[in-house]
């Protein structure tokens, strides 16, 4: 969890690339014997200190526009969309690279006119620089031509929404991976015994991350049982109750609330039903008097459709093999998903006949699903929609289309 969260990070990007520009600075004199006597004659240090002076002070300038840039355009498109989306659009890889190739540059060229100043390179040393200075030159020209073409659609609508559409989606193949984070479904199994302790939070949050592999571990050393009852995405006050163990020594019944990792936000590395959340949050901003902007809501319930569809497919695979037999947690069912995505556009949007007939369309096509489970969810929730939809529209003839599209 640690390592992509890091690997997400616009700052470790930067960092990682930094280091590497550095290290390629210090390394170049160390490559002196492999270099020809006519290229250190051509190559020297007055035809590189030009070019690294102005890659300096453009790649400086680059990197502030683009930083502020992107800052604005993130900050706008959550305005517009839903604070929320705001962290899933920090974690843009285009971005994040194309900064992180400007900075790298920038220090690339700073240090070498440093160690150009001090007299540390020699010939040798200034044929390498230049060599990388070509190299940086290309990769700058690639970064900016992908920038470009970036900056088109960046705080965009549709970019927001797609990228809260492909993290849910990646979180959702994720639960289908591995339902009931590789456990045992706690609702088919038998509760907890009446000896189980429980597991206490050790401070109030959301309960982003269970580690699975630890906790199992831990359970096997003393041959206990686990159930979660606070599955990622609920929230924990201090002191309240995680799960129980059964059959566990003092040691893990004291360490066992260390594998809940709790924080003030929800998060999408095993929170499944988030994204779903995110992109409901974004139709009942775009369906509010203030907005006013019904296209978006139906996008919204399109996408949703087909995360749902899709999850569907990825679900009626071949049965998941139990990775931790010794633990039990609750599965995240389809009339949770469905009532994440859809629930509150249906109250937003029922006295709008595009929307609502939108909604209709996208429950009776999941009603025809494969998996019974989305199938029977999107029934009971055709059901929902028509009562708020009758409640909600004005015109007879509204609530006409309205009762034949659910009759279709």
Partial sequence: MLFLRLARRLGVRVVLMTVLALIAVFVAPALDPLIPDSFKDRFDRDAVLPILNILASTMLAATTFSLGVMVQAFQSAAGQATPRAYRILMQDGTTQTVLATFVSTFLFSLTAIVMFRAEFYGDAAAVVIFALTVLSIALVIIAILRWIDHLSQLGSMDHTLRMVENAA???LKTVAEAPCLGANDSSKSDAPPPDAVAILANRSGYVQFVNMPAMHEALERCDARMWVTAQPGSYALTGGVLGYLSGADAKLVE?????FTLERERTLEQDARFGLIVLSEIAA???SPGVNDPGTAIDVVQRVKNLLWDHAHEERA????????RAYVPRITAADLVQDGIDVIIRDGAGRPEVIGTIIKALNDLAGSDWPPLAEAARDTLDYAREHAEAALTLQADREAVRELIRR
């Fill in 169 to 171: 989606r990646d979180c």
């Fill in 255 to 259: 360490e066992a609330a260390d594998h």
């Fill in 285 to 287: 901003r775009a369906l």
């Fill in 318 to 325: 071949e049965p998941r093999d139990i990775r931790y037999p």
